[in-house]
């Protein structure tokens, strides 16, 4: 059984930055797709980044490109989301995904990640 745990929410003015960061648990765990999903109060939980096992390829939402890099350390089963140049709408609940057989090479659904963390909340004010 794999377990998935977020860090690093928080609150931050539009502009600045956060680091969130994602353990998973369970010896097969560092050769696993790893992404983050994203739900704002009223809207759907959406797609923001996912990277392999082999840290390439990653991808990320359109809406977060150029802006949010996701990077992983196997050695120690941590996964990373740098997210700069924040702004009022990256506000959410950030959650951590994890799955042994997803397809790293467009933004997936959430049926595609059988591992999910509780989630951590970013706020970002105006």
């Known amino acids: 059984q794999v377990q998935v745990a977020e860090s690093g929410g928080g609150l931050v003015q539009a502009g600045g930055s956060l680091r969130l960061s994602c353990t998973a648990s369970?010896?097969?765990?560092?050769?696993?797709?790893m992404g983050w999903f994203r739900q704002a109060p009223g809207k759907a939980r959406e797609f923001v980044a996912a990277i392999t096992g082999s840290d390439e390829p990653t991808i990320y939402a359109d809406s977060v490109k150029g802006r949010f890099t996701i990077s992983r350390d196997n050695a120690k089963n941590t996964m990373s989301l740098q997210m700069d140049h924040l702004k009022p709408d990256d506000t959410a609940v950030y959650y951590c995904?994890?799955?042994?057989?997803?397809?790293?090479?467009?933004?997936?659904?959430?049926?595609?990640?059988?591992?999910w963390g509780q989630g951590t909340q970013v706020t970002v004010s105006s």
């Open positions: 995904v994890a799955d042994p057989d997803a397809v790293v090479i467009r933004p997936s659904p959430q049926n595609d990640w059988r591992y």
């Open positions: 369970g010896r097969a765990a560092s050769s696993y797709a």
